[in-house]
């Protein structure tokens, strides 16, 4: 226990421990916390989907006509004739042949990596014991610094070598490959990073796959139903469709439910089916969250000024940020970081702009690395112009008034971290 204690004192002493918000109300640009109404520029309800009709309906629907729950994993009870439909919609989604969904993104990350690293852990082991020695030291993963926790946790637990590049860095990444060049390869990198919203850079992670014949798995949480021409992720963004061996995703951001998916060719969709550990031993998810996700994706497909009015908001905001003396590069994505560096001061910032009625929580160590706390701002569909530029002049008052605007360091990691 004593170690437990000092961990809470030391997170209490520096105000890193997280003061959670209770929401009162759905996650629509404003929300209602502690009796106030806040304008809300921190959810991943990109396109307001979480409270469309149509969505709620099918929702509902589908909980009255399926129950609450599945009634158990999917190779056993829990797979329903919504699961099936909604791996269909995605992979017409994503224009790939087969799909499969998992009852959250973490759980999709973890299931797929593990699973690729090591592919014949769940397989008879007397038949296979010598391919399973020698996949386990000939296997090597190639993973981005900066990718999602799940992705990183995954990654651990494949119990393979894995090896962190320097964040799209490509001649670092090429320099790790090269020294392994004799050795199984796979390549896993956000397809937009969650913490600074940049995009990866596909076509030249899929040129030193092809180089180095490595596998390649591209997490799109944040790029399903935002970049490409269709919505259908980076692969599309970057015209690389087909040139990506998995495209992972979340089910929890544009299309406002919960869960996660892969998405490639039907033979390693099959295989995955029998060698994730987490979707083989997890219970499937409810039934009315496949409905209403189901007809979420339907909605996007059938209504691309969504995404369209997500976008112009996005590049209003960060035009607005640029007026103020914040110069970040343009992306084509919802995530705009401000990075203000010391947690004392983003804390105190954030605090300042809830006083006003803004809720933007500091993200800050260990979320990211000690000295670049930021407020990580998102912006939905829904968003007038009105509540964005009253957050840009908040802004820029609270910068000026706590030495962050004008400060060369702060510019430079604007500058870094959105190249």
């Not at 170690?3 to 929300?31: A, C, F, G, H, Q």
């Not at 959810?43 to 989907?49: E, F, Q, R, T, V």
């Not at 998916?261 to 550990?277: A, H, P, Y």
Request: one cysteine or more.
């Amino acid at each position: 226990m004593e170690i437990v204690i000092k961990t809470l004192e030391y997170l209490d002493n520096l105000r890193l421990y997280p003061e959670i918000k209770t929401v009162s109300s759905p996650p629509k640009p404003v929300v209602r916390i502690d009796g106030r109404n806040l304008h809300m520029f921190c959810s991943n309800n990109y396109l307001n989907l979480a409270t469309h009709p149509r969505v709620i309906k099918s929702n509902v629907e589908g909980t009255k006509n399926f129950g609450t729950g599945a009634g158990g994993s999917r190779l056993i009870s829990g797979s329903t004739d919504l699961h099936k439909e909604l791996e269909k919609v995605i992979s017409e989604l994503k224009n790939c042949e087969d799909s499969l969904v998992f009852s959250s993104g973490y759980l999709a990350n973890l299931g797929v990596i593990s699973a690729m690293a090591s592919p014949v852990r769940s397989v008879a082991k007397e038949l296979t014991m010598n391919m399973l020695y020698s996949l386990k030291n000939e296997t090597v993963i190639f993973n981005d610094e900066l990718n999602h926790a799940s992705i990183i946790d995954a990654c651990k637990i494949a119990n393979v070598a894995h090896i962190r590049y320097k964040h799209v860095d490509m001649n670092d990444l090429r320099k790790k490959l090269q020294k392994n060049r004799n050795k199984r390869k796979i390549i896993i990198s956000d397809g937009v990073f969650s913490m600074d919203g940049n995009i990866a850079p596909l076509p030249e992670i899929v040129a030193l796959a092809e180089e180095f014949q490595a596998i390649t798995i591209i997490d799109d949480a944040h790029a399903t139903g935002i970049l490409g021409e269709n919505g259908r992720g980076t692969a599309e963004y970057f015209n690389l469709k087909g040139k990506v061996d998995l495209e992972m995703g979340t089910l929890n951001k544009v299309f406002a439910g919960v869960g996660g998916f892969v998405s490639g060719k039907t033979d390693l969709c099959r295989f995955l089916r029998v060698t994730s550990r987490s979707y083989i031993f997890s219970a499937a998810m409810p039934p009315g969250v496949a409905s209403g996700l189901i007809t979420a994706i339907k909605i996007f497909r059938e209504e691309p000024d969504l995404r369209n009015r997500l976008l112009k908001n996005v590049e209003y905001f960060q035009s607005g940020l640029k007026k103020i003396g914040v110069h970040v590069k343009y992306y084509p994505t919802p995530i705009i970081p401000i990075i203000i560096g010391d947690e004392s001061i983003a804390m105190s910032i954030a605090e300042e702009l809830f006083k006003k009625g803004f809720f933007i929580p500091a993200i800050r160590w260990p979320a990211v690395p000690k000295g670049k706390a930021r407020l990580r701002i998102t912006v939905m569909t829904e968003h007038t112009t009105e509540q964005i530029d009253g957050l840009i002049t908040e802004l820029e008052e609270l910068l000026e008034k706590y030495g962050v605007k004008n400060n060369p360091v702060h510019l430079k990691t604007l500058i870094t971290n959105n190249v």
